[in-house]
């Protein structure tokens, strides 16, 4: 396109060096830039340390590295000569634009000097702050680079800008394949997710480490030789956080992006199949040996992952009663699955009534949070099922439950019994047998079952044992109300027990005394 | 020396240098790697537009984008090195809009567009296409940028727009996209309203409150692009958008450079934040806020709590607060208040006082009371107390306001009583009261204050009338005051005249009176005073020894004994000596308490003497010989004699320590405890020199002691070698071994006495100690294990840890080994070779089964599923089922000689050896594969699932893995038998599907594999390619289908139907009607006119199609109505119903009949809302005038002409069946009732079984006779009143008849109803019984409805109805038998009362059944508790 144009003068030279003064956002990137020239360099080990020159009032910014050294063909050539890096398209370098060094100048530097020595060769390169620099010959032979800026500043100022210049390195270059000490000490983390669970993967060329999260939340980094080249809140698959490092990845040239190139495509690749297809199947082999909840808050992650489900729907590893096992197919039931603390009673008669019922720790078992995340809505078996558990009827209540079973006849009421109060269902029920589960919602029988204590029952029982008529009749009318049995059936009521008041007189009581209001 | 001076020291300055630039590199580089997104160009040229000074930016996107502004001329020579610019740091507008244009056409570059051409009102154009860069004059009226070649792709929208979208809208000027202002106001949500600060040329904010909880949110704009986005942690939040030119930017203009200038402008919004703060408290204060304000007081009181100063007024003067009467409250009026009150009060629940005369801060948030102790301190306290003290003031004051009271006491028996002069008021001693404690009344100015005991021993009654008292701030009780407590000074004294008077009266005393005395005798005890003289000297205590004595003896005594009245007697034989210096008392409560004020100190209980005394006399009355007693523990025994000391040790078995008894002639001294040298022993001595203590209970430590110790010791050392003797003799029970071995321990030199007897315990028994030195000479080492776990090893000699210690004492060269580890082998094999033999043959169904080759032993074998596990046998026992070590379709069972067991005979060694017998079974397996491949299984067939599971496994030997890829084992989609290798070809790089055999259809023309789960797990192994499972979604699709094509057969509109009725309802739209000749009902569900489903029609008769909001299940079936729909169906039912009632005279033949039957059912169903305005009500009162019985004679009759019939004769005779001839009386109706139909059915229910009275055939001509009796009798009664009735009746059938004195004197017929004392006594008692028990919102209701109740004459209804009125029909044969019956059996009443009730809960919609069950019981409580026992 445009034709070359003459050689660059020393104004625009210098324009252009003011611009590339500030190409990042934060000014102490420019210790990843060193740090990754020492990469670049081949050293084993980078040090980085910051102290205060009392006599120059100055904090001296000091990077060492054992590389392979600048001879003053590369000083000229390279590292001041802007864009000249020869580094792009090798994939074991990880800077290509030539450019990284200038950054120091963002801190405003009295000086910054370079010590370096290469093929005999031992060069001092001293920086003036207008960026001018003078090449010294040491006297003394110089293994790998030595680099110092030194920055105005009161020795009250060191403390933070010293913490400032740890963070931004541990957040650069936490990861590097090699050691990084700050004042001596090293920065190097394991290359993993704060997650209890995680899956490693790796590839030729690229490793990636994947866990589930928070789909909000999830984090996700990207690395070329272990130096960070973007990564932050909010995974590009979400519900997975991962770190991948791959010497085909670059950054842009702020630093601020990793390219999406075709080498992102496939380091992307490689993630997906280690979050999608490895991981899960591990996930749940794991499930099955060790019940951890951190692995089950896992499993509720991947559960909700695109296309991950239907492979794991056989696998059983929900408890259920018996030591048997449930996998969600077992469980995709209409109403969706039902959990239990312990193998109780009710559960058990639940189960005999084939109910899917899993064994969990409490309403906070991550196994819930993993069965809703697989679309199961489980419910505990106390809110679906109950289980009628029969009383003795004391025979002074006798008649007054024969009374009763004799007015619901119209209602099918074949037996009435006196059951043990259970929680939260009407005060009488309809049932097909004592000692069997029923469920909330659907019960149904020839059987009255009313709750002992609860409601009507014990006013009525000591009513019934002076009147078992007029007890029964009030009794029976609580009854149509808790069964919804409508209007209908309270004509039909008064009828049948006026009636059997008619075919039986009740015993006769003294007229009740003149009442008073209490 | 300066710094760079000083760096130069280092070596020899060769030369000096500057940058220098590679233009070409870096032209190259900016392009493809300056901007994050290329496509951010457009960014670019906004910004050219914005510096250069443009009206607006017009876009077209097109084919070609071209981009249009105007603004400051570029020069011409400025675009002619447009390039040059790339790495130019502008500082002029021109230079800066020519940066960014070269910025833009080098990304431009990167995109590979085809043509760039730029054009200038300078009259000068660049143009850049693939082959070159070409330039020009030309006369333009704006600047124009043509871009050819950089389309949208596939997506056909232009990227450019959404970034513009996104960064360009806060330009400073239009961005038109196809004339389309791209620009949005800030789009800020807070709290109050957005506020913006223009600026003279410096930053220009825009911004809200952020809510609570919300961080802020920072926009920076740049030259009319968005630079950065950033959540600055501010002093005030905030959503803002910050305008501002010079902000530094990066490399990438991605974001902004964190320098000075981002400081100053962050620095600048914050104080913009603050401002905008108090402007929310002022608008807080006005009341702008509206629905906001809420928010906004919580945010201010956050603010508040953190804000850096003082408050600003703005917020001293807005209300975030409210006090308790929920009216704002500002810090400021808080202030005022503090002044007057002193304090701030707070409360987390409002007090229920109202006035209160302050203001009481309620806290709604732990922050609002953070907020009040910041800024009042400790001045802040709990309402709570004070507004306590205020109610209690006030109640106590009220109470004293009330109370007026005479100052004398009241009149009645008094013991003594006397007059008090100042303050006026009496005291005196009550024959009732004679506890402990006085009362006085406190009067004040003649009204009582208060009632309060006073603390004295006395027992006295006192009422003082103060005029001037000082009483406590909350008026409880008068202040205890100096002067007030001088006053119940004197009263005490009084008081004890009182005592002293009635003591010196002298007896005899009444029982009261001694009470009171005691009370004295007490006092004066505690008080140190000396009774009166007649109480002094009166034999008052009863001494055991003494008899009754005096208080004036007992003084003598040094200490009193107090005898609990229920303790023995004194052992009165004991010698004189022994007995202690005092007096034993038989004391009661009263003398306990006396003696122990009288006699402090010396005072005593006699427990612990009395025992002392009985102990020793037992000592005394029996003597014993130094002897010991004959034992079987006794192992040896020597004599102890020298001079006067004699006596007996011996050494014993199963004890502990040394036991020495002591004696003195005779007489046990004490038995004392030592420690033994060596064996425990026993041991007795008589010595008569040991002289015992004072309480005979020990003897003193002297010389005899000392005498007596050494020869026991000296006995213990003789008894030592005796017991080695004996036992070296085998004379000693096995039980005295431990003896020994502690002798031997104690005595070491005795060891060798008794070397040869077997003395230590081993896993093989007793061993000597010869047998021990034996062992360690010949160098064995000694096993050692703890002694539950004592078992034998072979060839070792196994010790308990126990024996240990000796051993090691006696022999020190022993070493010990732990025989844990030989012993867990032993027992583990020994487990193991339990265990039953296992056969070498795989049990199950198999596919094919081979023997394996030697040295194996075992099978392999090719099954369906459920396999991959090896079965290890050892020694013909199964050792270990290795499960998934095989591939799931393979199974083994094994034996071979190279497996070895672990330790614990559980597992297989994983070692070389195992690894070495896997590969040998991949061999089997393959050798397996290949036989089974030979017969060439066929695809999808269980064999070619089973072989192609083999390819999962990795150790398939690769001859294997290719013969199995190449074989057409898998089922491809329609019906074809291919290879997997020949699949993985036609494959090539695109994925490809599965799906389970049971939905096998290709639907894309895509390769379809037909795979169970298995197979599909191991295809995705082997070809690691992207397959998918579709089956889930296949499946549930036919399911949903299944249902769908059922309900498509369903009808979409009503036919069959008698008529049909449009439903236009809430939830529900379509079609009701009523079936010709169906006996069911059925309801069709739409969905969008789709058919969903049949669900079968509550309540009534009737065929429905209709629309709404039906439920489903996850399977796409119908679940049943809500109660809502049930509801509004039952509403459109009950207008068909009515319908069907109007048309009913109009039909005939089976559709009448039809009709018929469903109104008589409907009838029965509904008779509760009989006469009610409901609309069943009112369709109901069709019903019962339609003709719808037939009666004899073939004329059909409405039921309210039977209930006429029946009031008229007292009953309703019918006949089943029609009879074969016509009635003769007609008068009469003789309606035909068929046994179960629905007409007898309701006539039943209505009228009562005993008003039915059915006619026989063999018995017709009887009942006719009784009937024509009967008829006679009613048509006399009936002239009068039901002559005329009968007629009116029809007229009046919607208003109830109501009866009066009148009326009940028209006819004999009446007199069943006339009587009216029984239904007006009826009607008081059901009113009664309301009014008794009825709370709540069933009294609220019912109570008019009681009011209003009345007696009703109605052809037919139920016992009760309700209309706007409540009315008892004395039609209905359970009413008139209430009415009959009640006096007598008064729970007909409550039957009756709590059936209306149930009628009022379904007509009345503010009842609801929570009201009825509360009645029902008030009900039962109140009637059981009426109810004598």
Request: glycine residues 8%; hydrophobic residues 40%; aromatic residues 6%.
């Amino acid at each position: 396109m445009p034709a070359p144009s003459t050689p660059p003068s020393a104004p625009e030279v210098s324009a252009a060096l003011d611009l590339l003064v500030e190409q990042f956002s934060q000014p102490l990137a420019f210790l990843r830039e060193l740090v990754q020239n020492s990469l670049d360099a081949g050293t084993n080990r980078v040090d980085v340390s910051v102290h205060h020159d009392a006599g120059q009032g100055c904090a001296v910014v000091e990077v060492v590295d054992t590389g392979e050294g600048m001879d003053r063909e590369i000083i000229d050539h390279q590292l001041t000569r802007l864009f000249a890096s020869s580094k792009e398209g090798d994939f074991t370098k990880i800077g290509k634009f030539g450019i990284g060094f200038v950054s120091v100048f963002a801190v405003k530097p009295r000086a910054v000097v370079v010590d370096t020595g290469r093929a005999g060769q031992a060069w001092r390169v001293l920086f003036h702050p207008d960026r001018t620099f003078d090449r010294i010959v040491l006297d003394e032979p110089i293994d790998g680079t030595r680099v110092r800026v030194y920055v105005d500043m009161p020795r009250s100022a060191l403390s933070k800008f010293s913490r400032d210049c740890r963070d931004t390195l541990v957040f650069w270059c936490r990861h590097c394949e090699v050691e990084v000490c700050f004042d001596g000490v090293p920065l190097n983390q394991p290359f993993s997710l704060e997650a209890t669970y995680q899956f490693r993967h790796a590839v030729p060329g690229t490793e990636v480490v994947v866990a589930p999260s928070d789909p909000v939340n999830s984090f996700f980094g990207f690395y070329n030789r272990g130096l960070t080249l973007f990564e932050g809140r909010g995974s590009p698959l979400p519900g997975v956080s991962f770190k991948v490092r791959s010497r085909y990845l670059e950054h842009t040239l702020t630093r601020d992006q990793v390219l999406q190139d075709e080498n992102y495509r496939k380091a992307m690749r490689v993630v997906e199949e280690a979050a999608f297809i490895r991981m899960p199947r591990h996930l749940m082999d794991h499930l099955g040996q060790t019940p951890d909840p951190e692995l089950w808050k896992a499993a509720a992650n991947v559960f909700q992952w695109p296309g991950v489900l239907p492979r794991l729907e056989r696998i059983p590893v929900f408890d259920g009663l018996d030591s048997s096992r449930f996998s969600l197919r077992d469980l995709r039931t209409r109403e969706g699955p039902c959990h239990s603390m312990e193998e109780d009673e009710l559960a058990r008669a639940a189960a005999a009534e084939g109910e899917k019922v899993v064994l969990v720790q409490g309403e906070t078992d991550p196994r819930l949070e993993a069965l809703r995340a697989a679309g199961l809505v489980s419910v505990s078996v106390a809110q679906r099922w109950f289980l009628p558990r029969e009383l003795p009827v004391p025979p002074q209540d006798e008649p007054l439950l024969e009374e009763l079973r004799a007015l619901l006849e119209g209602l099918g009421i074949r037996e009435v019994r006196l059951i043990e109060p259970v929680a939260g269902l009407p005060r009488a029920v309809r049932i097909r047998a004592v000692g069997r589960a029923h469920r909330r919602d659907q019960a149904q029988g020839p059987i009255l079952a009313l709750q002992a204590g609860r409601g009507l029952s014990e006013p009525c029982a000591s009513l019934g044992r002076l009147d078992p008529n007029l007890a029964a009749f009030l009794l029976a009318r609580g009854v149509v109300l808790d069964l919804d049995a409508g209007a209908a059936s309270g004509a039909d009521l008064l009828e049948r027990a006026v009636q059997r008041r008619r075919e039986a007189p009740p015993r006769r009581f003294p007229a009740p005394t003149r009442r008073k209001r209490r | 020396m300066s710094l760079l001076d000083e760096l130069r020291q280092a070596g020899r300055l060769d030369s000096r240098g500057l940058f220098t630039l590679d233009r070409a590199r870096a032209r190259q580089k900016m392009a493809r790697f300056q901007l994050t997104d290329p496509r951010r160009y457009v960014l670019e040229l906004v910004e050219a537009a914005v510096v250069l000074g443009a009206e607006a930016l017009d876009l077209e996107f097109g084919k070609t984008l071209e981009v249009r502004f105007g603004g400051q001329p570029l020069p011409a020579e400025g675009l002619a090195a447009l390039d040059d610019h790339l790495l130019t740091a502008p500082t002029r507008p021109v230079e800066r809009a020519l940066r960014a244009l070269a910025m833009a056409c080098a990304a431009l570059e990167s995109l590979q567009v085809k043509r760039v051409r730029l054009e200038s009102p300078s009259g000068f154009w660049l143009e850049r296409t693939r082959e070159g860069e070409s330039s020009g004059l030309g006369d333009f009226a704006d600047h124009r940028l043509l871009v050819e070649g950089a389309g949208p792709g596939r997506s056909r929208v232009w990227p450019e727009e959404a970034v513009l979208a996104g960064e360009a809208r806060y330009a400073p000027i239009p961005i038109r996209v196809g004339g389309r202002d791209l620009r949005l106001p800030p789009d800020l949500r807070g709290l109050g309203p957005v506020r913006s600060l223009p600026a003279e040329g410096g930053p220009r904010f825009r911004a809200v409150v952020a809510r609570d909880g919300e961080a802020s949110t920072l926009t920076l704009v740049s030259r009319g692009v968005v630079v950065g986005r950033r959540s600055p942690a501010l002093s005030v939040p905030l959503q803002a958008v910050a305008w501002h030119d010079d902000l530094g930017r990066n490399a990438s203009h991605s974001d902004v450079v964190e320098d000075h200038r981002l400081r100053a402008l962050l620095e600048d919004l914050s104080g913009f934040g603050s401002w905008c703060a108090e402007a929310l408290a002022v608008s807080l204060k006005t009341g702008e806020l509206g629905e906001e304000a809420e928010e906004s007081r919580n945010l201010l009181v956050h603010l508040a709590l953190v804000w850096k100063g003082s408050l600003p007024d703005s917020f001293e003067a807005a209300p975030l607060l409210q006090d308790h009467l929920g009216a704002p409250l500002s810090l400021a009026e808080l202030q005022a208040q503090l002044q007057s009150l002193g304090q701030v009060p707070v409360c987390w629940e409002a007090p229920q006082a109202s006035e209160l005369g302050f203001r009481i801060v309620r806290l709604r948030s732990p922050e609002e009371l953070r907020l009040l102790r910041l800024r009042f301190g400790e001045a802040v306290q709990d309402a709570g107390e004070r507004v306590l003290h205020v109610m209690r003031r006030r109640s106590h004051r009220q109470r004293w306001e009330r109370s007026p009271r005479p100052a004398t006491l009241p009149p009645g028996e008094w013991i003594l009583r006397r007059s008090l002069p100042e303050p006026p008021g009496e005291v005196g001693l009550s024959p009732q009261d004679t506890d402990v404690g006085s009362l006085l009344h406190v009067l004040y100015r003649g009204r009582l204050l208060e009632s309060r005991e006073l603390p004295t021993p006395l027992s006295y009654v006192a009422v003082l009338d103060f005029q001037d008292l000082e009483i406590e701030e909350d008026w409880s009780a008068a202040s205890d005051t100096e002067s007030f407590r001088r006053v119940l000074e004197r009263l005490d004294r009084h008081g004890e005249g009182l005592y002293e008077e009635l003591a010196r009266r002298g007896g005899p005393w009444t029982p009261a009176e001694s009470s009171h005395l005691d009370l004295a005798f007490e006092m004066w005890a505690e008080r140190g005073r000396v009774p009166p003289e007649p109480l002094l000297s009166l034999p008052w205590f009863p001494e055991m020894r003494e008899g009754m004595v005096s208080l004036a003896r007992l003084v003598s005594r040094k200490t009193v004994f107090l005898v609990d009245p229920d303790d023995v007697d004194l052992p009165f034989d004991l010698p004189g000596p022994v007995w202690p210096d005092g007096a034993f008392v038989r004391a009661d409560s009263l003398a306990r308490r006396v003696l122990e004020a009288i006699l402090p100190g010396r005072v005593a209980p006699a427990a612990l003497e009395l025992a002392r005394l009985n102990e020793l006399a037992v000592r005394f009355r029996t003597r014993r010989q130094p002897v010991l007693p004959e034992s079987g523990d006794l192992l040896v025994q020597v004599e102890i004699e020298s001079g006067s000391v004699r006596g007996q040790l011996g050494l014993v078995a199963g004890a502990q320590t040394g036991i020495l008894h002591l004696l003195r002639e005779g007489v046990f001294l004490q038995t004392r405890t030592l420690t033994p040298s060596g064996p425990p022993f026993e041991a007795v001595v008589e010595c008569p020199r040991l002289q015992p203590s004072q309480d005979w209970k020990a003897i003193q430590t002297d010389q005899a002691w000392s005498e007596v110790l050494s020869f026991v010791r000296e006995a213990e050392t003789r008894a030592g070698a005796l017991l080695a003797w004996s036992w070296h003799q085998g004379c000693l029970p096995v039980q005295a071994r431990t003896a020994v071995q502690l002798a031997l321990r104690t005595w070491p030199d005795l060891a060798e006495e008794a070397a040869a007897a077997p003395l230590f315990l081993s896993a093989e028994g007793l061993v000597s100690l010869d047998r021990l030195r034996r062992a360690l000479e010949q160098g064995e080492d000694l096993l050692t294990v703890r002694d539950r776990d004592l078992e034998p090893v072979p060839g070792k000699l196994v010790l308990p840890e126990s024996e240990c210690a000796l051993v090691r004492q006696l022999l020190p060269q022993a070493r010990f080994t732990s025989a844990r580890p030989w012993l867990d082998t032993q027992r583990a094999r020994a487990e193991f070779l339990l265990r039953p033999l296992h056969p070498l043959h795989l049990s199950g169904r198999s596919l094919v089964c081979r023997t394996l080759r030697p040295p194996l032993e075992g099978e392999v074998a090719l099954v369906e599923a459920g396999g991959g596990e090896v079965q290890v046998l050892l020694e013909g026992r199964l050792l270990q089922t290795l499960p998934r070590v095989l591939p799931p379709a393979v199974r083994v069972v094994v034996q071979a000689p190279q497996v070895q067991p672990d330790a614990r005979y559980r597992q297989v060694l994983q070692d070389e050896a195992w690894q070495e017998l896997l590969g040998s079974l991949a061999e089997e397996v393959g050798l397996l594969a290949g036989e089974l491949l030979d017969g060439l299984p066929k695809p999808g067939s269980d064999e070619a699932r089973a072989l192609l599971s083999l390819l999962a496994w990795p150790v398939l030997p690769e001859p294997v893995r290719g013969l199995l890829e190449e074989a057409p084992l898998l089922q491809v989609l329609p019906d074809q038998a291919l290879g997997l290798a020949e699949v993985r070809r036609r494959m090539g790089r695109k994925p490809f599907l599965l799906v389970s055999p049971r939905f096998g259809l290709p639907r894309d023309g895509r390769l379809v594999v037909q795979a169970d789960a298995d197979l599909q797990l191991v295809l995705r192994a082997v070809l690691k390619r992207n397959c998918r499972d579709d089956s889930e979604n296949l499946a549930r699709d036919a399911q949903y289908l299944t249902h769908l094509k059922k309900a498509s057969r369903l009808p979409r509109r009503l036919s069959g139907c008698l008529l049909v009725l449009a439903v236009e309802g809430a939830s529900l739209t379509g079609e009701i009607g009523f079936p010709a000749r169906a006996r069911r009902g059925s309801l069709v569900a739409l969905r969008q006119g789709m058919p969903l489903g049949q669900l079968e029609m509550p309540h009534h008769l009737s065929q429905a199609i209709l629309e709404g909001s039906f439920r489903l299940d996850a399977g796409g079936a119908l679940l049943p109505l809500t109660r809502d729909q049930r509801r509004e169906l039952r509403e459109h039912q009950v207008r068909l119903y009515g319908l069907l009632a109007q048309r009913h005279p109009d039909l005939s033949g089976r559709d009448r009949e039809q009709a018929r039957e469903a109104l008589l059912a409907f009838a029965l169903e509904e008779r509760s809302a009989l006469g009610g305005r409901s609309p069943a009500g009112e369709v109901l009162e069709r019903i019962l005038a339609l003709p719808l019985v037939e009666v004899v004679g073939g004329r059909q009759v409405s039921l309210a002409a039977l209930l006429a019939e029946d009031q008229a004769r007292g009953r309703l005779a019918c006949v089943s069946r029609k009879p074969l001839w016509n009635w003769p009386n007609q008068e009469e109706i003789l309606p035909i009732l068929p046994v179960g139909s629905p007409v007898r059915e309701l006539c039943t229910r209505l009228l009562g079984r005993g008003h039915l009275e059915e006619v026989s055939s063999p018995g017709l001509g009887q009942v006719l006779t009784g009937a024509l009796q009967a008829a006679n009798r009613s048509r006399t009664a009936a002239s009068a009143w039901w002559g005329s009735t009968l007629e009116r009746l029809g007229e009046r059938l919607n208003a109830p008849v109501l009866r009066d004195s009148s009326e009940r004197k028209a006819g004999a017929a009446a007199t069943e109803v006339e009587s009216g004392n029984p239904e007006a006594d009826l009607l008081k008692a059901l009113r009664r019984e309301f009014a008794l028990v009825a709370r709540g919102r069933v009294r609220k209701r019912g109570s008019r409805r009681l009011e209003t109740l009345d007696w009703g004459l109605r052809p037919l209804g139920p016992p009760v109805w309700i209309s706007q009125r409540v009315f008892l029909n004395r039609a209905h044969a359970t009413v008139r038998w209430i009415r009959d019956h009640f006096v007598e059996d008064p729970a007909l009443v409550s039957l009756l009362l709590a059936h209306v009730v149930g009628l009022l809960n379904e007509a009345d919609d503010a009842v609801d059944d929570p009201d009825e069950r509360e009645f029902l019981q008030e009900l039962v409580r109140d009637l059981h508790g009426s109810f004598a026992e």
